[in-house]
């Protein structure tokens, strides 16, 4: 079983950044990774993915301020977040999929206004 675990959450003020990383246990080198996010009372929504070969999709809310990325070295895939808004606070969870759909605990991500 494939092992995803987030690290990086926290609480910001807003216009802020934080960087969230998800390291998997496994090679994710042939994987679609993901980031998710689910905020109190809402369904979870996807943020941003990369394809293996680095193509990237982005939640309209987020272009321009997330950047995602990968390293295939490191089995890791980041989530890079700028200029933080009230709205961005959930709890993001990070997801690779591969054949079949794996999950991270998730990481509390708090901004401030």
């Known amino acids: 079983q494939g092992q995803l675990v987030e690290s990086g959450g926290g609480l910001v003020q807003a216009g802020g950044s934080l960087r969230l990383s998800c390291r998997a246990s496994?090679?994710?080198?042939?994987?679609?990774m993901a980031w998710y996010r689910q905020a109190p009372g809402k369904q979870r929504e996807l943020v941003a993915s990369?394809?293996?070969?680095?193509?990237?999709n982005y939640l309209d809310s987020v272009k321009g301020r997330f950047t995602i990325s990968r390293d295939n070295t490191k089995n890791t895939v980041y989530l890079q977040m700028n200029n933080l808004k009230s709205e961005d606070t959930a709890v993001y969870y990070c997801?690779?999929?591969?054949?079949?759909?794996?999950w991270g605990q998730g990481t509390q991500v708090t901004v401030s206004s």
């Open positions: 997801n690779a999929f591969l054949k079949l759909n794996y």
């Open positions: 496994g090679n994710i080198g042939s994987a679609i």
């Open positions: 990369i394809t293996d070969r680095g193509t990237t």
